[in-house]
């Protein structure tokens, strides 16, 4: 079957570096996407890689290995406003979106 | 003005009660989407309309009724629903469905809870 992992939650300090891991089996691959979900806001796109390899938008880094099945989303400089819930979803080769249930993440000051 | 609006944001029904929830995407986009996200569940995928027409049906009761009268508005009757629907309903928009970047716009979500 075809399932995404991710940790339920997470807590990191303000300022510092956090890596929220993700692992899928899926059938086919095309893509893998972070969203990211402010409690009672809509998810709203961070990332997607299709290729092996650390793509970098600022603050935000995702990463993407193919033959482990495997992605982070790494946020630096870690600030109050991100805690939110991160979720991983992979796209199979049918083109459906395949989604983890998210990563709460806590910020402590 | 938000490119994914819903309502409403909050719902309140009884068993027996038919009510409706409205999405309407001021984006252009072909495909709209309905979700079930549940506490510490994944996104679940209702529906898919691309260009008015419903492409995925994921096996949803029958008690959900999906509309798409245009491009712009989907809408989700609901009908003689059980406790365990309650959860926060997402609608979604993209350019079409399953291109190949993915990129979902979502609305806020309408919560919903079924006494």
């Known amino acids: 079957g075809q399932n995404i992992d991710q940790p339920t939650e997470m807590t990191a300090t303000e300022g510092a570096i956090v890596q929220i891991n993700c692992t899928y089996q899926t059938s086919g691959f095309n893509g893998l996407f972070w969203y990211q979900q402010h409690a009672g806001e809509a998810p709203t796109f961070l990332s997607y890689n299709v290729l092996d390899g650390l793509e970098e938008k600022g603050r935000f880094s995702s990463f993407l290995s193919r033959s482990k099945g495997y992605s982070y989303l790494l946020l630096k400089e870690l600030q109050m406003k991100d805690s939110a819930s991160y979720l991983c979803a992979a796209m199979d080769s049918n083109y459906q979106l395949i989604w983890g249930a998210g990563t709460k993440l806590i910020i402590k000051p | 003005e938000t490119g994914v609006t819903q309502t409403p944001r909050h719902l309140v029904m009884g068993m027996t009660n038919k009510k409706s929830l409205k999405c309407e995407q001021h984006l252009g986009h072909n495909a709209m989407y309905w979700y079930k996200q549940s506490a510490k569940k994944p996104l679940e995928l209702m529906f898919v309309?691309?260009?008015?027409?419903?492409?995925e049906n994921n096996s949803v009761p029958s008690r959900f009724s999906p509309e798409c009268p245009n491009s712009s508005h989907l809408f989700l009757h609901l009908h003689t629903l059980q406790p365990e629907d309650s959860a926060l309903y997402l609608c979604?928009?993209?350019?079409?469905?399953?291109?190949?970047?993915?990129?979902?716009?979502f609305g806020e979500g309408s919560r919903l809870t079924v006494l």
């Open positions: 309309y691309s260009l008015e027409e419903r492409v």
């Open positions: 979604a928009s993209s350019q079409d469905p399953g291109q190949v970047t993915g990129e979902l716009f």
